[in-house]
C-alpha cells in the first residue's frame, strides 16, 4: 500500500457511509477518508467543528 493512503483525501460520498467523527449517514457530499494502517480499510470523518454539528441538528428538527 502507497504511504499516500494515509493521508486525509477529500472524498464525494457517492454511497452512504458512516463519519467515525460524527453521527449519522453521510452521502452525496464531501467527506474526508483515508485508509486505517492496522485494518486496512477506509476511515471516514467529516472535521466538522461543534457549532457546524449543532447547527445542522437544529435545521433538521426545525
Same mark, same amino acid.
Given at each position: /500500500?502507497?504511504?499516500? @493512503? !494515509?493521508?486525509?483525501? #477529500? $472524498? !464525494?460520498?457517492?454511497? +452512504?457511509?458512516? +463519519?467515525? @467523527? @460524527? ?6 457530499? !464531501?467527506?474526508?477518508?483515508?485508509? @486505517? #494502517? ?5 476511515? !471516514?470523518?467529516? $472535521?466538522?467543528? #461543534? ?6 441538528? /437544529?435545521?433538521?428538527?426545525?
Amino acid at each position: /500500500m502507497r504511504s499516500g @493512503d !494515509y493521508i486525509w483525501h #477529500k $472524498f !464525494y460520498a457517492w454511497r +452512504p457511509v458512516f +463519519p467515525s @467523527d @460524527d453521527h449519522g449517514i453521510f452521502w452525496l457530499e !464531501y467527506l474526508w477518508r483515508r485508509r @486505517d #494502517k492496522h485494518r486496512h480499510c477506509w476511515v !471516514y470523518r467529516s $472535521f466538522r467543528t #461543534k457549532s457546524e454539528k449543532e447547527v445542522e441538528q /437544529m435545521n433538521r428538527l426545525f
